[in-house]
């Protein structure tokens, strides 16, 4: 609506300026962001790809917003953050395989406590619902020390040979989801991906390199290059796995641009 003759003839006041902004896009782009945030807090929770989060974000034309919630995603993991994920691992009785699985993590890793418990919030779903003020319909996953304990060991000790300072690395920059693939059976990833993997990268020296840059390899457990297009859904170009798939992943691995389908 166009505004009226008086409200164009009187300035807003001093203080409803520095409430609403100086335009009327910056009280837009702050309730953006806040539903931004928001979204972005409940992916952490599930599979759904995060740039929908950050599509979301940027629509608001606010640097310094999108620059403000990438550090407070990063600082996630304060003292009072990890106690109401300790006590909710406790209320669901999970106390003992928590600090089992925890200690594991230490002694691949060289972690501290507090870093191990982090790792695991992220990796099981805590974090998101600590974030989400402990939802009764969120249900964080427990660890198992006898699942992630072989996992870490076959890290160190398999075909990878991954340090502790690599392990570390590579726990601590992850999403979730990648997260999730590292601890519990990577020896079964290992294998699917390689065998699928295009030619550079199938060798295993090959492809420990680019899980060193890129953890999300050991994700790439699909490529639709080598399936039969005949079996694929006549509206699709794919198999409809890209999330898993080395088609898709290529392109950012070999440091290029993925250009629509034409990869």
């Excluded at 407070?72 to 994920?85: I, M, R, T």
């Excluded at 002694?107 to 003020?133: E, R, Y």
Aim: proline share 8%.
């Amino acid at each position: 609506l166009l505004p009226t003759h008086s409200a164009m003839a009187r300035p807003l006041a001093p203080r409803a300026v520095a409430r609403h902004g100086r335009h009327s896009g910056t009280y837009g782009c702050r309730r953006v962001g806040a539903l931004a945030a928001a979204v972005a807090v409940a992916f952490a929770a599930s599979r759904v790809p995060h740039f929908v989060a950050l599509r979301l974000r940027s629509s608001c034309q606010s640097p310094g917003l999108v620059a403000r919630a990438a550090v407070a995603s990063k600082q996630w993991g304060s003292p009072d953050q990890l106690e109401a994920v300790r006590e909710g691992v406790s209320e669901a009785g999970g106390s003992d395989a928590w600090s089992q699985s925890a200690a594991e993590v230490v002694a691949a890793t060289g972690a501290d406590a507090d870093q191990a418990d982090l790792l695991l919030a992220k990796a099981f779903g805590w974090s998101a619902w600590v974030d989400l003020n402990r939802p009764s319909y969120l249900r964080p996953k427990l660890p198992s020390p006898d699942i992630i304990g072989p996992a870490l060991r076959w890290l160190a000790e398999g075909p990878l040979s991954l340090s502790r300072e690599e392990l570390r690395s590579i726990l601590t920059s992850s999403p979730r989801a990648t997260l999730t693939t590292y601890l519990s059976e990577p020896d079964r990833s290992y294998a699917e991906a390689l065998k699928v993997a295009p030619e550079q990268f199938r060798e295993p020296a090959a492809f420990r390199e680019v899980l060193l840059r890129q953890p999300m390899a050991l994700q790439l457990i699909w490529n639709c290059e080598l399936t039969d297009p005949a079996t694929r859904n006549p509206e699709l170009h794919c198999d409809g796995q890209c999330v898993h798939c080395w088609r898709t992943a290529t392109p950012r691995l070999m440091g290029k641009v993925l250009d629509g389908v034409e990869v």
